[in-house]
């Protein structure tokens, strides 16, 4: 009987050792309500805590007993609260800001370090929006695209490009979204400028590599960019007026403060600045965000999503030019219970442009259109396993483009080509699961499908050649069509297939330090048609089909992490290696609008990047910011295949038109006081590859140029100095009207950077002469921003 007793006891004492319980709910900023994606919540003296998912949700399973749960979030107080964990509940959280100054900046690491070095994330670069705002600028306007720019593995393609590139990607190997919806040309007036107004913006996350199998479609990277929810305590106020543009946005509560409201609105007026200077040339845009949420009860709410951008070009009376974005979302947050958490979106996005040639009188336009839906569910299983899954649908519209005569006397005849329409679907499912104290793994598998739908004819070619070899004249020729195979609208021209396993790890060495690894594998169906290095309005988009496969990437990367003096200082170090197959190339003399038959115009090749990354950090103090640089390589060869021939550049490996050995800048902000503070960007890249003329020879009393090697010269090195003060002046605390001005000197020596290189014959002396043309010189700004 003793030991039956004795026994019982022991039992009883194993189960209440292993009774735990559940603590969930919301972290929000307590001025405006906002939630906060990232924000650290654990158990002080343990190694327990999750961060916060988009939503501002977190969730902790923990041995029954009395905990302080902390919470905290840089540039925010952090919340210690004692805790009774003797049974499920559900506890919301404010936190407050360290200062209530016009969006003062602290540059650092966004999440605390003793969740950073354990988290098997790696190859992440997250901006907070108030470390974007010190970042001098051209033209005084802030800029996310051209932020993420100054951190390492992410470049531009000079200046006055739209676009970025991203481990020796290119730039339609990105897959961009806000608010969840697809953006497809991130740039206002062809690159000065992105389409991200800073004041409808709240987080900014770039996934470099190691992308969670939520996202796919793109094989370089993701930029995941969140708008504000809306203040939900008061009405606010922020905006500013600039030398080429002004913003406003305006924002607060509604339904009974049971939801919250954004409208942001940002236009220039350029245009009438060079109207007034007497030029016939013009160029404005303008863009609109709207959102709203509503809260029906504790597990369920409502928020809608918009985004509106367009740009106008007209070059005297030569061309005029618009193109656009256009994006809404529908979002269902839902909470099962206090361990699953889910959303559901149904997401519109579009991108259209418009050419029209005065002199010929006829517009071009073309556009792509998706309608997607996803469901994305999160289990917090327990404090040591987390669990990810969901499905997503995109239909895809391409309407590659139109020819429409402007009057009636117009020479053109109206032309459309065939639309293309296409399915991509996917499957996930992730898990983070922490192993032991040191050891974290995260690991997922997302299955693909894409399918190019019917609803038009097929060209068939001779020998099943799209593309042929003319050995003769050595070049690449479009192939002989043969005959057609008719596809109807029920029909399916050709589907695609791939399981896109992903894996990641980290191992912290001691308090201060970490190691991590990671590898993923990733699929995109679509492709970006461009004759130039960048994105253009004019390019198209077009699917993967019959001809053209979907481009798959595997990327691997090992990187080490380290906190010093206190976490005052940090330093990351990454090493990456990158291949990608199916990437499509050009033949010479390709014509990538207006044909049909795009197969006819590129062959299928190669492309594989590696590099190693450097970023040291100053988290604390008067003087905070970083140092990045990256040594790369980014490389492409194409061979000829089933066409024949040896290939691009004779199927040798060349350089990207995107390879940069050495990208180095310097990024710094320091408040001198109250009222002042600087801020100072540095940049220096290795020039960009193009090809020049190595020779020429005279035909018929023509000069004919032989070229090199395709991008085997370079032009010269990039480099600037960016410099700029914020002044505030005197106000009362209890003011609600905040403002602050902006001086910025952009390229502060004067450094005439080439944009390209152009060679021809002097008219006067027949002399060969290369002309280099810059966008931008030195160039002052002057901005003045409020809040109230």
């Given at each position: ?552 990437s595997d990327q691997f990367a090992l990187g080490y992490f380290r906190n010093f003096d206190d976490k005052m200082y940090s330093m990351e170090v990454e090493a990456y290696y990158k291949t ?157 009207w905040k403002g602050e001005w902006v001086l910025g000197l952009y390229n502060v020596y004067n450094h005439k950077n080439a944009a390209s290189i152009s060679f021809g014959q002097n008219v006067d002396t027949g ?22």
């Amino acid at each position: 009987m003793k030991n039956i007793f004795l026994t019982f006891i022991l039992f009883t004492a194993i189960l209440s050792a292993q009774e735990r319980y559940t603590v969930s709910g919301t972290i929000t900023d307590g001025s405006n309500g906002e939630t906060l994606f990232g924000a650290s919540v654990f158990l002080e003296g343990t190694t327990i805590g999750v961060t916060t998912n988009e939503y501002g949700f977190y969730s902790i399973t923990a041995p029954k007993g009395n905990h302080n749960i902390i919470i905290s979030y840089i540039g925010f107080t952090e919340l210690k609260k004692g805790l009774a964990l003797d049974r499920d509940q559900k506890l919301d959280f404010e936190i407050m800001e360290f200062s209530t100054q016009l969006d003062e900046i602290v540059v650092t690491a966004e999440e605390p370090e003793r969740v950073i070095l354990r988290k098997p994330e790696m190859s992440v670069a997250k901006l907070n929006i108030k470390t974007v705002r010190q970042m001098p600028v051209v033209l005084g306007e802030l800029d996310i695209i051209k932020s993420l720019q100054m951190l390492p593995g992410v470049t531009n393609n000079g200046e006055g490009s739209s676009g970025f590139h991203v481990r020796g990607g290119a730039a339609d190997q990105n897959l961009v979204l806000l608010d969840e919806a697809i953006i497809y040309n991130t740039s206002h007036l062809l690159g000065f400028f992105s389409v991200f107004n800073a004041d409808a913006i709240k987080d900014i996350k770039l996934y470099k590599g190691g992308i969670p199998a939520r996202f796919g479609g793109r094989t370089s990277s993701v930029l995941d960019v969140r708008q504000k929810d809306g203040n939900s305590k008061n009405f606010a106020m922020t905006g500013g007026i600039g030398i080429i543009s002004s913003r406003l946005a305006l924002e607060g509560p509604m339904f009974k403060e049971k939801g919250s409201f954004l409208i942001a609105g940002r236009g220039s007026y350029a245009h009438l600045l060079l109207k007034a200077a007497g030029k016939d040339n013009s160029a404005n845009f303008y863009d609109l965000n709207l959102k709203t949420n509503y809260n029906l009860n504790e597990s369920n709410q409502l928020f809608l999503s918009g985004y509106f951008g367009r740009d106008a070009f007209e070059l005297g009376e030569s061309f005029n030019s618009s193109y656009g974005n256009l994006s809404g979302n529908l979002r269902w947050n839902h909470i099962f219970n206090d361990r699953l958490f889910s959303n559901l979106s149904l997401i519109y996005s579009k991108y259209d442009y418009d050419l029209g040639i005065v002199i010929e009188e006829f517009d071009w336009i073309s556009s792509i259109n998706n309608y997607n839906i996803k469901y994305d569910l999160k289990y917090y299983t327990s404090e040591k396993f987390k669990l990810d899954f969901g499905a997503s649908g995109i239909y895809y519209d391409f309407d590659p483009g139109q020819i429409r005569p402007t009057s009636e006397t117009s020479e053109i005849n109206p032309l459309s080509l065939d639309r293309k329409k296409a399915f991509e679907s996917a499957l996930y499912i992730n898990a983070e699961h922490k192993l032991s104290d040191k050891l974290t793994v995260q690991y997922g598998l997302r299955y693909s499908a894409f399918s190019r739908m019917g609803g038009q004819a097929m060209n068939e070619y001779e020998d099943d050649k799209p593309v042929v070899y003319n050995q003769l004249f050595g070049i690449y020729e479009r192939g002989t069509p043969v005959g057609e195979t008719p596809y109807g609208k029920s029909e399916t021209i050709k589907t695609y297939g791939n399981l896109e396993p992903r894996v990641s790890l980290a191992y912290q060495l001691n308090d201060f330090s970490s190691v991590k690894a990671g590898y993923s594998r990733a699929a995109q169906y679509i492709h970006l048609l461009s004759n130039t290095t960048s994105v253009t309005p004019l390019d198209v988009w077009t699917p993967s089909g019959k001809f053209v496969k979907p481009q798959l990437s595997d990327q691997f990367a090992l990187g080490y992490f380290r906190n010093f003096d206190d976490k005052m200082y940090s330093m990351e170090v990454e090493a990456y290696y990158k291949t990608t197959d199916n990437r499509i190339d050009y033949i010479d003399g390709s014509d990538l609008i207006g044909t049909n038959n795009i197969e006819t115009e590129i062959l299928s090749g190669e492309s594989r990047a590696y590099g190693l990354e450097f970023l040291a950090r100053k988290n604390e103090g008067k003087f905070t910011g970083w140092f990045a640089y990256t040594l790369a390589k980014s490389e492409q060869r194409t061979p000829g295949g089933n066409a024949g021939g040896l290939g691009i550049n004779d199927g040798k490996w060349y350089n990207t038109a995107y390879d940069r050995t050495h990208d180095f800048s310097l990024t710094g902000a320091y408040e001198l006081n109250e009222k002042w503070s600087f801020g100072t960007n540095l940049v220096f890249q290795t020039g960009r590859p193009v090809t020049y003329p190595n020779g020429q020879y005279t035909y018929e009393d023509q000069s004919i140029a032989i070229y090199s090697d395709r991008n085997s010269d370079r032009l010269p090195a990039y480099h600037r100095l960016d410099i700029s003060a914020t002044y505030r002046p005197n106000r009362k605390p209890n003011n609600r009207w905040k403002g602050e001005w902006v001086l910025g000197l952009y390229n502060v020596y004067n450094h005439k950077n080439a944009a390209s290189i152009s060679f021809g014959q002097n008219v006067d002396t027949g002399a060969n002469e290369a002309t280099r043309t810059a966008i931008f010189g030195i160039v002052p700004s002057v901005t003045y921003n409020f809040k109230f």
